[in-house]
């Protein structure tokens, strides 16, 4: 299980642990705004519920640059599975410009593929073998980032995501 981390601004943050959030709370960074009611832990001379949502005490400032390492999973997450070139489920992916030809290990040149595409394709270029792409892939950003990163999305974030969203 994990927890939802607010800015001191109210803005959905990150998707941690529970025991970094607890470790948070026991530091005095953070309050804890939702918890587990079925769940308790026990520091020295405090109980607490384990928080499914904190605040942090102090406001942290995001750059909107911060750049998310590219990874396989982290590709086929931002594709949905969807092949780039049939839109079959796909659990590989390919180089756009393939890297026998120079092509990078960057959001930009990666997209999903299924194995179908990704061996037909193999180290043609898209002018090549006369595919074209649909989008043109970038690096993910924003909160929905944040938040589908976690396994799963516990149901009390909900009401926290809602507030960010309408601000
Ligand atoms: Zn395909």
Known sequence: MHTLVLNAGYEPLAVVSFKR?????????????????DLTV?????????????????YVRV????????????????????CAYCGRY????????????GGRDSWENLV????????????????????????SPKMPTGLSWVVRGAEKV??????YLALANAA
């Not at 959030?21 to 009611?37: C, D, E, H, P, Q």
């Not at 999903?112 to 989008?135: H, Q």
């Not at 516990?154 to 009401?159: A, T």
């Open 21 to 37: 959030a607890l470790m948070l709370v026991l530091n005095n960074k953070a309050t804890i705004l939702a918890g587990s009611a």
């Open 42 to 58: 026990h520091s020295a001379n405090r109980e607490f519920e384990l928080p499914t949502v904190i605040l942090l005490a102090r």
């Open 63 to 82: 750059s909107n640059s911060r750049a998310i390492p590219v990874s396989r999973r982290g590709v086929l997450r931002r594709d949905g599975h969807n």
């Open 90 to 101: 796909a659990n590989t992916i390919d180089h756009v410009q393939p890297k026998s030809r």
């Open 112 to 135: 999903a593929a299924c194995l179908k595409c990704n061996n037909k394709k193999g180290d043609k270029t898209l002018a090549e073998i006369g595919w074209s792409l649909s989008f």
């Open 154 to 159: 516990d149901p009390v974030w909900s009401n």
